[in-house]
């Protein structure tokens, strides 16, 4: 809503008049600025936004919640929390401001084993609300009330004996809510806002007769706790064409925070295949078709001279193709070794990051996600301690890192027999320093293992530990990197030699069931070598070659013991479409002599296990093509060929389509 001050009348020349008058008769004086009205800040207008809190409540008696991760909290019955909202506000000139609010919140993975055995168990998968507003501006300050429907899902779990899954059913629920909170403007079209609301959803009754339990009621009754930020854009929605109505009145943009997200769509398949036998960890030969599906926010703020802070929380949703099993050389990177039917909240990053300039030379950093807008010394010293990918600062590649943008083969975008230590979405917590120079640079780090292979649970009993040395250099005047990387794991792993000698002496037992009697404190090593190389303009090449010893189990990354890999990016200005990009290239992985005979002995690995093997290398082509839709969206058409999947000469080869969508904002 605009505002027009209108300091004429005839009143005012009267008086204007009389005052020149009277100025004639003073004495000279200095010249002083007329005062300057300031802006008034109005919240009319469409806004859409997002929001990360934590929650908690009841489902009933005799419910038997799962405890969903807090993280830094307790866990409770939904754990930390966050989704969306989207909504529209009208300031009047009483500065009473109305509006109505639409948005979701979903609830945190489980936190470990659930706390009582029981037959079944209940979980909340998300929270829906539509809601009025009403509040008062202060300015730059709206405290309101809000009010309005809910709606949710819940679903139980039928346990077996052992307390396997067996079952899973779900209701939706209807209710009210309640809450409060306050709304500030921060910078530009961004305000940040803190609320609390109220839950009641309506009781639903399971009936659990067919798997040998009564009947339950869940009754939901939820707290959540929000902290969120809003875009506005003013009278215009954001569908709408800019500037065809009112924008919105806007704060002078600020270079000591900035906010990104990004939304990434996948869906893969494959037909049948030849598969004359499978294991428990096998790709099933029927084919089938999965999809993955996440949205990150990536916030970061400047602290002081030097001194910043990110935080990224990510929704995530699907599965990858068989529950992320049946393939060393995984087709999907977005697909995380445990998927969900609904999205689940995590706070995937939360990292400070100092940077010690050394003088000298500067050079422009642009605003991007997890980098603030500025100049730094290129000559530094940067150190980075909390909760990140270890992939986020090592074995970087300009044309294959990124399976939201470029190649999505685990063995493609990564060393693959690099096992770098990370829960099940592949994130650590750790440190990291590194000593930048104009042509080269040395970062090390050290980080937290998971407790056992392929556990979601991070420790500091055990440690990961790497160095990679980068040196930047020219080729007839083209640019490229190379870098060379060196690693070391101490976690809760079994040898397979000892897994596979105690089988052999005494043939009863269960090989993977031995495996897992016999973990302990155990080292992993290796090493990476990464090149890029710019070749012509537009036009990029990447080989990557690593190893590891093989001698004990993999803990957190894929069953790849040896793998190169390489290929070619080209941009589409050769063909009058400079955004569009196409890619191909291939990877060979292999496995040590020991990782062999305990796959063929019938042994499961991370990902993989048919019950035998016929061993092969495992072959794998891929090859897309990146279609620009517009400045904000990607359309990504992917064809991989894997020949032995799982190594396995026996069943094979496979063809795998994947149409990616990706967003960035």
Not at 553 to 561: A, N, R, V, W
């Amino acid at each position: 809503m605009k505002r027009i001050y209108v300091f004429g009348s005839r009143a005012g020349v009267f008086l204007a008049a009389c005052s020149q008058a009277v100025a004639a008769d003073l004495p000279p004086r200095l010249a002083t600025k007329a005062p300057v009205r300031s802006a008034i800040y109005d919240w009319t207008g469409f806004y859409l936004g997002g929001h990360f809190g934590y929650g908690g409540g009841n489902l009933g008696p005799g419910t038997n919640p799962l405890p969903e991760q807090g993280v830094f909290f307790p866990h409770s019955v939904t754990g930390l929390i966050g989704g969306f909202q989207t909504g529209y506000n009208r300031q009047f000139t009483n500065h009473v401001v109305l509006g109505v609010e639409a948005g979701a919140s979903f609830t945190s993975p489980q936190d470990g084993p659930a706390l009582t055995p029981a037959p079944f168990h209940t979980a909340p998968d998300y929270v829906g609300t539509v809601r009025g507003r009403i509040g008062y501006a202060f300015g730059t300050w709206l405290p309101y009330l809000t009010a309005g429907f809910a709606w949710g899902h819940t679903h139980i779990n039928i346990n077996d004996d052992t307390g396997s899954i067996v079952s899973s059913l779900g209701h939706y629920h209807t209710g009210w809510t309640a809450g409060a909170g306050v709304e500030f403007a921060v910078s530009g079209n961004w305000s940040a806002k803190t609320e609390y609301d109220y839950i009641d959803l309506s009781r639903r009754m399971y009936d659990l007769s067919g798997f040998g339990s009564l009947g339950v009621n869940v009754d939901p009754r939820i707290h959540l706790f929000k902290f969120g930020l809003n875009y506005r854009f003013g009278d215009t929605p954001p569908w709408a064409t800019p500037g065809s109505t009112n924008g919105p009145t806007a704060l002078p943009e600020s270079t000591d925070w900035n906010g990104h997200a990004q939304t990434t769509f996948l869906p893969t398949a494959y037909p049948s295949f030849r598969s004359p036998y499978a294991g428990t960890n096998s790709l099933p030969g029927s084919g089938q078709a999965q999809e993955t599906w996440t949205t990150t926010a990536f916030l970061g703020v400047r602290l002081w001279q030097g001194g910043e802070f990110y935080f990224n929380p990510e929704l995530a949703q699907g599965f990858g193709l068989n529950g992320t099993l049946g393939l060393a050389g995984f087709p999907n990177g977005e697909a995380q070794k445990a998927g969900s039917a609904f999205p689940k909240i995590r706070p995937q990053r939360y990292y400070f990051k100092q940077t010690f300039g050394l003088g000298g030379e500067q050079e422009d950093v642009a605003d991007a996600p997890n980098q603030l807008a500025g100049k730094r010394d290129i000559d530094r010293v940067t150190v980075i301690a909390g909760r990140f990918a270890i992939g986020d600062f090592f074995d970087g590649n300009s044309y294959a890192k990124d399976p939201r943008a470029d190649f999505m083969n685990w063995a493609m975008w990564s060393s693959g027999a690099y096992d770098f230590p990370a829960d099940l979405p592949g994130y650590t917590r750790g440190a990291v320093v590194e000593l930048n120079r104009k042509d080269w640079a040395v970062r090390a780090g050290v980080f937290e293992v998971p407790t056992a292979p392929n556990s979601d649970v991070l420790t500091y009993k055990g440690a990961g530990a790497i160095v990679e040395l980068e040196q930047r250099y020219k080729i007839l005047d083209q640019p490229g990197k190379l870098r060379l990387g060196a690693f070391g794991n101490q976690g809760n792993t079994a040898s397979y030699r000892q897994a596979l000698a105690m089988v052999a002496a005494d043939p009863t037992l269960d090989i993977n069931a031995t495996t897992a009697s016999i973990r302990h404190t155990l080292p992993k090593y290796g090493f990476y070598a990464n090149v890029e190389q710019q070749i012509a303009k537009d036009v990029g090449l990447f080989v990557r070659a690593s190893w590891n010893d093989g001698q004990n189990e993999i803990l957190s990354f894929t069953d790849i013991d040896r793998s190169i890999s390489g290929g070619v990016s080209i941009k589409g200005s050769y063909w009058g479409r400079p955004s569009d990009t196409i890619g191909v290239g291939g990877a060979i992985n292999g496995l040590s002599a020991a990782h062999r005979d305990f796959l063929a002995a019938g042994g499961i690995g991370l990902l993989i296990g048919d019950g035998q093997l016929n061993y092969r290398t495992e072959k794998i082509i891929e090859t897309y093509y990146a279609y620009s839709i517009d400045k904000n969206f990607t359309f990504t058409a992917d064809y991989q060929l894997v020949m032995n999947p799982a190594y396995n000469a026996d069943r094979g080869p496979v063809s795998i389509f994947s149409g990616r969508l990706h967003g960035e904002f």
